[in-house]
């Protein structure tokens, strides 16, 4: 089946720190991943995506690489800011539906 | 554009009542679905349309019906609340296939408590 494992939280940064949230993946096929964000009190928002192996998704200084080698997508920021505080889920599409991660909840504190 | 809206915003119920979560969508978008989200399992599936007048199980269907009788629109029922059903429920729309390029929409969610 499909399934997507993301990173346990909570995770808690500091201002201008690194963040990573790792996810890996299984799913026949060649899925298209995604990474999603969910800011406090609203639904959920397209981060970035990835349609192949080596693809480089990235969006308000997030990035993502899919790898196919270690079915892994892991979401990198070099600087994170307090308004980046959000629940953050992977996920992909192996055929039509959306399989999502269980959500990591980041807190950038200043 | 309001994009995804849904009604209501929060309700308690409790067990054995019944109440309609509404989901619009002003993008016409022929796909449309419904999420629930609970703690540490992510979005989980109830049920989605591919169309108006269509109607499908998602992943976790039991204890919820949906109805699609307007291409806007998107209901989803619980006709006996129970506990279990305690959650986050989150409506979505596609404006075909979800892929890469066919983007879901979310609504801002609707948060339930069944007592």
């Known amino acids: 089946g499909n399934s997507v494992t993301q990173m346990e939280g909570p995770v808690t940064l500091s201002e201008e720190a690194f963040l990573t949230i790792n996810c890996t993946y299984t799913?026949?096929?060649?899925?298209?991943l995604f990474w999603y964000v969910q800011y406090p009190g609203e639904g959920l928002q397209l981060l970035l995506k990835?349609?192949?192996?080596?693809d480089k998704g990235s969006n308000k200084g997030f990035e993502a690489t899919y790898r196919k080698e270690t079915t892994s997508f892991h979401l990198e920021k070099g600087s994170v800011q307090v308004s980046d505080s959000a629940v953050y889920f992977c996920?992909?599409?192996?055929?039509?539906?959306?399989?999502f991660g269980a959500g990591t909840t980041v807190t950038v504190r200043a | 554009n309001a994009g995804v809206t849904q009604t209501p915003k929060f309700r308690v119920l409790k067990t054995g009542q019944s109440m309609t979560l509404l989901c619009a969508q002003d993008m016409n978008h022929e796909y449309m679905y419904w999420y629930r989200q609970d703690p540490g399992m992510g979005l989980r599936l109830i049920h989605y349309s591919v169309g108006e007048g269509t109607t499908a199980k998602g992943e976790v269907p039991d204890g919820y019906n949906v109805s699609r009788l307007k291409k806007q629109n998107f209901l989803l029922g619980l006709e006996s609340a129970a506990p279990s059903q305690t959650s986050v429920y989150f409506c979505a729309s596609s404006r075909a296939r979800s892929s890469s390029y066919n983007e879901q929409f979310f609504g801002p969610g609707t948060r339930l408590t069944v007592l």
């Open positions: 996920a992909l599409i192996p055929d039509y539906k959306l399989s």
């Open positions: 799913a026949t096929g060649y899925p298209s």
């Open positions: 990835a349609t192949k192996a080596d």
